[in-house]
């Protein structure tokens, strides 16, 4: 302990996403007015803001103009306003462009942008309201004092695959403040402790995700227009799979095109980057990418179980926050402005806790009171039940969603339950119908122009991870994994990681080994959320590791 420095701060903000910025930002404006001497602190693990940051995205500007009050709308670096907002049924050589819009996914007056791009202008205004922001530093350790909260660690390097010391060994930082606010995004590892620890998802229903593969790409003029907005139904996802995809388009004739599918399917070899690139070659979206060139790749998941989902926020000292909080409108395909809308009710409660000198959980319940009476309910509440009328297939959730809109949400059955993603895939011997290699044979065949092979794509990341470290994916039990992911499951982490990470080996001797290529992680958290009987925690790896996104 003697070699670990510490700090002390008033408030430690983990992650520099939306929600952990807006929560900074708001914080440093409230505390400015009543005096100074407050120190604000937030910490990224990414190697700078921006560089983890992947979404759609098409963003809901209105919550811009409360965070920043005294700036030019146009200052915002927005991409283009949605100029045509479309659902296309997606079939493999036609499609029907609906006429009109699927309640909830309505884009009129919101704008196309880079979530990246967003959160490096935040992170500017933050830092110019005297917020102090590090960068490629991953923080790994709650800090606990007498069973509460009383800040967190960044994590040591200088370790071999082992976690012996090497000689550059550098222990993390303790991070002492009195308020943490857990801004990590989707399936935040720390908050999943917090939650763990303080039983914060007793009584919720199991929070589930989406994985989304994203590309962006540049194309010839004419392609698309800036702010022209399609989302696709249909293929290549069948009646038993959630999803669907985006296409937004940008200036300078670039597009972001991306999948995104629940991680509740029941293929134990379904594939969500493979799908994506079977969906790019149906008739409509390759001819928006014909004569284009890929820029981009990355992979995140995101929490899409909604309103009955949502944890209790708060225990003494700290605070959740976006969508480590599960705070997405699903059918929206929306987060960033709840992020940014719970950002700022975190700030209050967090402002006016400081301010009193009580950061006890009942001073900090005020957050959970606000959220429940902000925008958050008012967007997550009437499809509370939303993403869990699907979990039987398209065709019933289609039913359910019907009864839901007449009656604000209820449905015919009130409260459906969901269960989590890694108890829906079956073993290979149960899983009856067509496996996902055979379903698209000829079809995974990738020409590297339209369609790419994982290792390819993972190279459009800008992915690095250092050598010399413990391996960041843990396999909780290894015989039991043997036994049970790879044996009877036939290990479906090869099939759903979008970055190639994990390998299956046959032994000389036939045996099977796992091999793990933790270097391609993209850090989208899938094989933490979907492996069957817990298999695998993804623990932070050494700061500024992971993908390199300039523009997603
Ligand atoms: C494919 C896809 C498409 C989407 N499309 C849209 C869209 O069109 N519109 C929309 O509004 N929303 C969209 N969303 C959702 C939206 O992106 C999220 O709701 C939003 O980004 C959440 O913000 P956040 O700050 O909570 O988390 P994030 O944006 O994930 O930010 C969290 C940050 O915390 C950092 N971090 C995590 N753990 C640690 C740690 N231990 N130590 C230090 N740093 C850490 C991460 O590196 C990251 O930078 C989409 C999401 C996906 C995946």
């Not at 190639?500 to 959320?529: F, P, Q, S, W």
Request: with cysteine.
């Amino acid at each position: 302990m003697s070699n670990v420095d510490t700090v002390s701060t008033d408030v430690l903000v983990i992650g520099g996403g939306p929600s952990g910025l807006a929560t900074a930002i708001h914080l440093a404006d409230i505390l400015k007015q009543k005096g100074p001497g407050y120190r604000i602190l937030l910490i990224e693990k990414g190697s700078s803001i921006g560089s983890h940051i992947l979404s759609g995205a098409v963003i809901k500007p209105d919550v811009f103009k409360e965070l920043l009050p005294g700036v030019e709308f146009s200052e915002i670096p927005f991409n283009a306003k949605v100029t045509k907002d479309s659902l296309v049924l997606l079939r493999e050589k036609s499609s029907i462009t609906l006429p009109f819009h699927i309640p909830y996914m309505n884009n009129t007056g919101n704008y196309t942008a880079s979530a990246g791009l967003i959160c490096r202008y935040l992170a500017n205004k933050a830092q110019e309201k005297g917020v102090e922001i590090y960068t490629g530093f991953a923080v790994d350790e709650i800090l606990y004092k007498d069973g509460k909260v009383i800040g967190a660690k960044t994590k040591d390097t200088g370790l071999d695959h082992y976690g012996n010391q090497l000689e550059n060994f550098q222990p993390g930082t303790r991070i002492e403040a009195k308020i943490t606010i857990f801004a990590e995004g989707t399936r935040g590892s720390l908050a999943k402790m917090l939650m763990k620890k303080f039983n914060l998802t007793e009584g919720k229903n199991e929070q589930v995700y989406s994985l989304g593969v994203k590309e962006l790409w540049e194309v010839p003029p004419g392609n698309i227009m800036p702010g022209q907005v399609y989302h696709t139904m249909g293929y290549p996802l069948n009646n038993d799979e959630f999803g669907g995809g985006f296409i937004y388009g940008l200036n300078d004739n670039k597009v972001a095109v991306g999948l995104v599918v629940g991680l509740d399917f029941k293929d134990p070899t379904f594939d969500v980057h493979d799908a994506f690139q079977v969906w790019k070659t149906s008739s409509f979206i390759s001819q928006i990418l014909k004569g284009g060139k890929l820029i981009e790749y990355g992979a995140k998941t995101l929490p899409e179980g909604g309103y009955y989902a949502i944890p209790k926020l708060f225990v003494d000292n700290a605070l959740i926050v976006g969508d480590s909080a599960g705070l997405v409108v699903m059918p929206a395909l929306k987060g960033i402005h709840l992020a940014i809308k719970s950002g700022m009710l975190a700030a209050e409660a967090t402002a006016n806790a400081l301010l009193k000198d009580d950061t006890s959980e009942m001073s900090l319940q005020q957050y959970e009171t606000l959220v429940y009476n902000s925008i958050i309910q008012k967007e997550m509440y009437p499809v509370r039940n939303f993403r869990q009328g699907f979990s039987k297939g398209l065709f019933v959730g289609g039913l359910h969603f019907g009864t839901q809109l007449i009656t604000g949400g209820a449905g015919f059955f009130g409260r459906l339950r969901s269960h989590a993603d890694n108890k829906t895939t079956l073993k290979l011997r149960e899983f009856k119908k067509k496996p996902f290699k055979e379903r698209f044979k000829g079809k995974l065949e990738f020409d590297k122009l339209l369609t790419f092979d994982k290792a390819t794509n993972v190279f459009y990341s800008g992915v690095y991870h250092d050598e010399q470290q413990v391996v960041h994916l843990h396999i909780n039990d290894p015989e039991k994994f043997k036994a049970v992911n790879i044996e009877q499951y036939g290990a479906p982490c090869v099939f759903f990681c979008s970055s190639e990470v994990y390998e299956l080996h046959t032994k000389k001797n036939g045996e099977k080994e796992l091999r793990i290529h933790a270097e391609n992680c993209m850090h989208c958290k899938t094989c933490d959320i979907k492996s069957p009987d817990d298999g695998v925690t993804w623990v932070v790896p050494n700061g500024g590791n992971g993908p390199n996104f300039q523009n997603m």
